[in-house]
């Protein structure tokens, strides 16, 4: 058992210092370098090509709209374009790339020296970008034999090319300090910054759960008062918002533990295990990293020009911050209302259900209340949910029409989310439709005015507010497939 | 600073080259050879030559993204020393180290 220190304790005497790298598939119809799709989940190996199996013989060109994404990205996180760059070979033998080396870039990044800001509990914390690079991802293998289905112990592997070449930017931050106790909720509230930039920039699907969007992070201990910097450990594998958070959290502490008895921290990759929150050592680095970079001599330097550069400024969507703002006048929320969206990690999933055609307090309602409850019971993010906003909106409408009430709609999410389809399909799959059938409807309104002659009594005095009691009574008879108001309207008109 | 017996063995190791110690004490003369005319090159081009990657100095070669045709799953393994699944079988990725 890993020894760890409380992490309120180990606050006293440890700053932590974080570095960030995420990885970003973007979401060009082709790969990096050759025509094959990036389509994710096809059978394996057939995506793939001479190029992206680095047959002999094979040339690469480069993707034009990926450095075109990688610009965009650049300066949407405040970096400078380079004006001349190449890309690189990494050299090394694993065989997720059957070239033995990596295209990627070195020295020569195209972005380079950005920032972005990020707001955790109403603070507002910057994060230095030192350089954002272009390279390409890896196939994936699978390990089989041994007991755990994990690299060590296996037998042997089986690799899948699919998704070798497909195009990725890698974003590294400067060392992140002074966020203290905050710092994995820094490191979190960084990534969905980062995913929520990025797909408003329509440059990436950005699922953390089908690896379009991973993390990387670097984690090390500083001695309060000190200002040499600690050992670092790297821990991959971190493939949700809420695991960047733990991953870090548990890092910090373990390694306090491990200063704390007088001893080194190892400098090593760590894999972070979702089941119980915790990290243990991966591959050991071969001895000092040494990937014999040197500048591809197959693909030609890029040269954006300036006016290109500009060109894709104008394209940008606006600042998160200013967005936000806008958003908040637009929809017409309290800072409360327009907060809890933020906080539960709606924004972009309430915008995209006002543009599927609810409105805003409906969006709102259903992704803050309905739906962040599914999303907590389930433990997995609210966008991880099967569900889309477009769903949402149908969803609402189906409200609207008065085809559904609202006891009946929160069914219809159950339905959408246990993979029955389209909302309407669910309605009529699952006979949720309100009984809009004024004979049906009619006779449970008379029968109940019938069994509840005191009540009737009421009403016909002017006591509307009693008819409370026989719309209950009614929508129980209907089963809830009934529309309440209209309900509600046949009571009084038959006793007033 | 010259090529040593000893760089030359680290190269190798990392190159996947198995090299006896006769082999890097013969090849790193050699190489040293090599880095020295190179190191000529570099005192003939001064500060007013731009750095060259290629023979024709063109940049931003860029191809449309457009998907073409991807091999067929037979097409693609059929230059694989193993098979299964419609994977590449490798062997064991750490039992080297």
Known sequence: M????????????????????????????????????????????????????????????????????????GLALNCRIAQWCRMARKNYFYPDMTKNFQTSQYDEPIAFDGWVDVEVDGETYRVEIERAHMEEDAGKALHMGGATGRIHGADYSLIDYNRA?????????????????????????????????????????????????RCDANVSLMPIGSDVLGTRTETKNVNSLRSVERAIRYEMTRQAAILDGGARVKQETRHFHESDGTTSPGRSKEEAEDYRYFAEPDLMPIAPSREWVEELRATLPE???????????????????FGSIVSSGALGLVEATVAA?????????WWVTELARRANEAGVELDELPITPAQVAAVQGLVDAGKVNDKLARQVIEGVLAGEGEPAAVVAARGLAVVSDEGALTVAVDEVIAANPDVAAKIRDGKVAAAGALIGQVMKAMKGQADAGKVREMILAKLT | MGITADDVARLGALARIRL????????????????????????????DVPMATHAIPLTNVFRDDVVTPSLTQDQALSGAPDQEDGRFRVPQILGEE
């Open chain 1, 319 to 337: 600042p998160p911050a200013e967005h936000r703002r806008r958003l908040q006048t637009d929809w017409g929320f309290s800072d409360i209302d």
């Open chain 1, 357 to 365: 055609g609810a409105t805003p307090a409906a969006a709102r309602k």
């Open chain 1, 2 to 73: 890993t020894e760890t220190i409380p992490y309120d304790d180990l606050l006293t005497r440890y700053e932590p210092v974080l570095g960030l790298e995420v990885h970003v598939e973007l979401n060009t119809n082709s790969k990096m370098f050759c025509g094959c799709p990036t389509t994710f989940g096809g059978d394996p190996n057939t995506q793939v090509c001479p190029v992206c199996l680095g047959l002999p013989g094979s040339l690469p060109v480069i993707n034009g709209k990926a450095v075109e994404s990688a610009i965009r990205i």
């Open chain 2, 20 to 47: 006896t110690e006769q082999e890097c004490h013969d090849l790193a003369p050699e190489l040293n050879v090599i880095l020295d005319s190179v190191r000529s090159v570099s005192e003939v081009a001064g500060p």
């Open chain 1, 165 to 213: 070449g497909v195009p990725l930017i890698e974003i590294v931050t400067r060392p992140v300090r002074g966020a203290g106790a905050k710092a994995p909720e820094v490191a979190r509230a960084y990534v969905a910054h980062l995913r929520d930039l990025l797909r408003a920039l329509g440059v990436s699907d950005v699922r953390m759960e089908q690896g379009s969007l």
